[in-house]
T-cell receptor
Framework: AQSVTQPDIHITVSEGASLELRCNYS??????LFWYVQSPGQGLQLLLK??????LVQGIKGFEAEFKRSQSSFNLRKPSVHWSDAAEYFC???????????FGTGTRLTIIP | SQTIHQWPATLVQPVGSPLSLECTVE??????LYWYRQAAGRGLQLLFY??????ISSEVPQNLSASRPQDRQFILSSKKLLLSDSGFYLC?????????????FGEGSRLTVL
C-alpha cells in the first residue's frame, strides 16, 4: 500500500522569504502526486498535481513542486511567500486503479512579518 | 462547472443525539463520493467512499454510517453521537474511474459533541 510522509508539522517563514515543504512517498511504481492547501475552517483546494511527464509542475498561487523519483519526494516550493499563504498544506498520493488518495498529516505554515 | 455543497456548516450536538450531514454534487454524473474526518491538529482520515448509488465502503469501524440515496447525494449519519465524533467533516468527489484519484472538496462541516 502507498504511504506519504510530511516530516514538518509546523514551519514559520518570514513574508517574502522562499518556502519549501517536504513530502516523501512510498510506492513501488510511479504514483500520482498532489498538493492541497486548507485555510482555517475551509475545505481543501488543489494547488497542483503530477501524473506524468515534466517532473517540475506549476500550480496556482505561484507554487511549484518537483517530482524526484530517486528520492521518492514531491516537495512544494514558492520563491516568495505572502501573508495569505498561511494555511495547512497536505501532500497526497494516488495510484493507478485505486480511487482513494492517501494524505500526509499536513504541514502548518505560519508567515511572520 | 461542478460544485459540491455540504451542510450544515456548523453543528453542536449533545452526546447520544443523532447526526445527519449532507453532501450534494452538481454538474457531474456518477461521481465517486467520499467522507473524510479531520480531528483537531491531525490529518485527514477517510471514513467512507462510494462508487455508485447504494454502494458504500467503510474504511474504519466506528459509530458512523453513510448512505447514497441518489447519484449525487452522500449522507453521513449516526444514531448516537460520542464525544470522539467531534471534528471537521469533509465531503469530496472525484471522476469515476479516473484512475488518478484527484479529489474536489466541499467547504466542510464542523461538529462539536458536548
Amino acid at each position: 500500500a502507498q504511504s506519504v510522509t510530511q516530516p514538518d508539522i509546523h514551519i514559520t517563514v518570514s513574508e517574502g522569504a522562499s518556502l519549501e515543504l517536504r513530502c516523501n512517498y512510498s510506492y513501488g511504481a510511479t504514483p500520482y502526486l498532489f498538493w492541497y492547501v486548507q485555510s482555517p475552517g475551509q475545505g481543501l483546494q488543489l494547488l497542483l498535481k503530477y501524473f506524468s511527464g515534466d517532473t517540475l509542475v506549476q500550480g496556482i498561487k505561484g507554487f511549484e513542486a518537483e517530482f524526484k523519483r530517486s528520492q521518492s519526494s514531491f516537495n512544494l516550493r514558492k520563491p516568495s511567500v505572502h501573508w495569505s499563504d498561511a494555511a495547512e498544506y497536505f501532500c497526497a498520493v494516488g495510484v493507478f486503479g485505486n480511487e482513494k488518495l492517501t494524505f500526509g498529516t499536513g504541514t502548518r505554515l505560519t508567515i511572520i512579518p | 462547472s461542478q460544485t459540491i455543497h455540504q451542510w450544515p456548516a456548523t453543528l453542536v450536538q449533545p452526546v447520544g443525539s443523532p447526526l445527519s450531514l449532507e453532501c450534494t454534487v452538481e454538474g457531474t454524473s456518477n461521481p465517486n463520493l467520499y467522507w473524510y474526518r479531520q480531528a483537531a491538529g491531525r490529518g485527514l482520515q477517510l471514513l467512507f467512499y462510494s462508487v455508485g448509488i447504494g454502494q458504500i465502503s467503510s474504511e474504519v469501524p466506528q459509530n458512523l454510517s453513510a448512505s447514497r440515496p441518489q447519484d449525487r447525494q452522500f449522507i453521513l449519519s449516526s444514531k448516537k453521537l460520542l464525544l470522539s465524533d467531534s471534528g471537521f467533516y469533509l465531503c469530496a468527489w472525484s471522476v469515476t474511474q479516473s484512475n488518478a484519484g484527484e479529489l474536489f472538496f466541499g467547504e466542510g462541516s464542523r461538529l462539536t459533541v458536548l
